[in-house]
């Protein structure tokens, strides 16, 4: 067996010790040190002896290694330790409970504000990459260099990309789409296909339809999600409802003034909105739009009460002419919110149903047929069932 054979075959080993032990959950292994052991509590490294001496020092037995804590019903396992039953860690003033908990919520603290400082969204933390890699940094331990811009913009992106094809010269025309994903499926191997899904882009479909009688054995489907955005997109489409797409054009106007200027944007969290915002990231951008309507209109009388109130008027930003035009169209401009009120009723049960779509539990194929049904009821409901009024929107 090769030396490298050799360490696979003892990393494998010691690894599957530490996750059967439960001695494991108060320590961590010391990298490139054959059966070294580092305390989580006194970050003491422990050289050799491996789990049995680890025993030792969580539960104080002297003249083997130094003792920091202990041994009062702790739970390390009892294979190699006799003594003792199932219980709590602690140290010699009853604190190693409390210590462990800091560390915890230290390290949390640590990811959290990293997490807002690079403005990641929350539901990246739902990634299957997520936990697998905080495990790795914590077996490494501490003085852990995470890779810098430079490594994940070059080698690390390219070793993570080596599957896929760049297709950033290419004419997505039919043809090359087909060439492209016939090659994919070959590779996948046909006989693991169920569905094959793309957006609706016309060669897209083409291509999905094209290979879909090729092969025969799968079905081709277009991105629920893109479908439903196409639909916001034509809701907001000049060319079928242009006053639609001034009112967001104004939305936009006041969200941006406000989110421009940090004293006005500070004055709306602290003293009207109690900290919400007008601006709802959604999972698409025209989704994003419907969503800020939403949120203007919850916050009609507040947003109306801030350029009203004193602080707003003897302020520098109330001067200016696009200041007042912006006051003039929350305080002023009734059309507006009688238009971000229809909006709001034609839209809404079209955003339910893609945050359905986009939600983490993704909904069977009846389940979303039936949710965009009753969306389509819900619209001509809304509508007083005025033919005139809903058909517009439900052709599109």
Same mark, same amino acid.
């Given at each position: 067996m090769s030396s490298c054979q050799s360490n696979s075959t003892t990393s494998t080993a010691f690894a599957l010790a530490r996750s059967e032990d439960p001695a494991w959950s108060h320590a961590r292994v010391v990298p490139g040190a054959r059966n070294n052991t580092q305390c989580l509590y006194c970050s003491k490294i422990i050289r050799g002896g491996g789990v049995t001496r680890l025993k030792h020092h969580l539960g104080g037995?002297?003249? @083997?290694?130094?003792? #920091?804590? +202990?041994?009062?019903?702790?739970?390390?396992?009892?294979?190699? #330790?006799?003594?003792?039953?199932?219980?709590?860690?602690?140290?010699?003033?009853?604190?190693?409970?409390?210590?462990?908990?800091?560390? $915890? @919520?230290?390290?949390?603290? /640590? $990811?959290?504000? &990293? &997490? #807002? @400082?690079? !403005?990641?969204?929350?539901?990246?933390?739902?990634?299957?990459? #997520?936990?697998p890699a905080i495990d790795v940094i914590a077996a490494i331990g501490p003085g852990f260099k995470g890779p810098s811009l430079h490594e994940l913009r070059g080698n690390l992106l390219k070793n993570s990309v080596t599957e896929s094809i760049d297709t950033s010269g290419l004419r997505k025309d039919a043809e090359t789409l087909f060439k492209i994903f016939d090659e994919v499926v070959q590779e996948v191997g046909v006989e693991n296909i169920v569905q094959f899904i793309t957006d609706n882009d016309v060669n897209y479909k083409a291509v999905g339809k094209?290979?879909?009688?090729?092969?025969?054995?799968?079905? &081709?489907?277009?991105? /629920?999600?893109?479908? %439903?955005?196409?639909?916001?997109? !034509?809701?907001?489409?000049?060319?079928?409802?242009? $006053? %639609? @797409?001034? +009112? %967001?054009?104004? /939305?936009?106007? %006041? +969200?941006?003034?406000?989110? !421009?200027?940090a004293w006005v944007l500070a004055l709306m969290r602290k003293d009207f909105t109690k900290g919400h915002d007008l601006c709802r990231p959604a999972v698409t951008r025209f989704a994003t739009n419907f969503l800020s309507i939403q949120c203007l209109l919850l916050f009609k009388k507040e947003l109306r009460q801030m350029f009203t109130c004193d602080k707003w008027i003897v302020s520098s930003y109330s001067k200016s002419n696009i200041r007042k035009e912006i006051a003039g169209i929350v305080l002023e401009d009734r059309e507006f919110w009688a238009q971000c009120q229809f909006i709001v009723t034609i839209s809404e049960p079209l955003v339910r149903v893609l945050q359905l779509v986009d939600g983490d539990e993704k909904p069977a194929m009846g389940y979303l047929y039936n949710a965009m049904e009753k969306a389509k009821e819900n619209i001509k409901a809304r509508l007083k069932n005025k033919v005139s009024a809903f058909m517009p929107f439900i052709r599109l």
């Open positions: 037995i002297s003249g @083997d290694v130094e003792a #920091y804590l +202990t041994y009062d019903d702790v739970d390390v396992g009892d294979d190699e #330790y006799e003594g003792g039953s199932q219980g709590h860690v602690h140290d010699s003033k009853g604190k190693g409970k409390g210590k462990e908990k800091e560390m $915890i @919520d230290k390290a949390k603290m /640590a $990811i959290a504000n &990293w &997490w #807002y @400082d690079a !403005n990641l969204p929350f539901n990246a933390s739902q990634s299957k990459f #997520y936990q094209k290979l879909q009688q090729k092969y025969g054995s799968f079905f &081709w489907s277009p991105c /629920a999600a893109h479908c %439903i955005d196409l639909m916001l997109e !034509n809701f907001c489409d000049p060319r079928h409802f242009p $006053i %639609i @797409d001034e +009112t %967001i054009k104004k /939305a936009r106007k %006041i +969200t941006k003034f406000i989110y !421009n200027h």
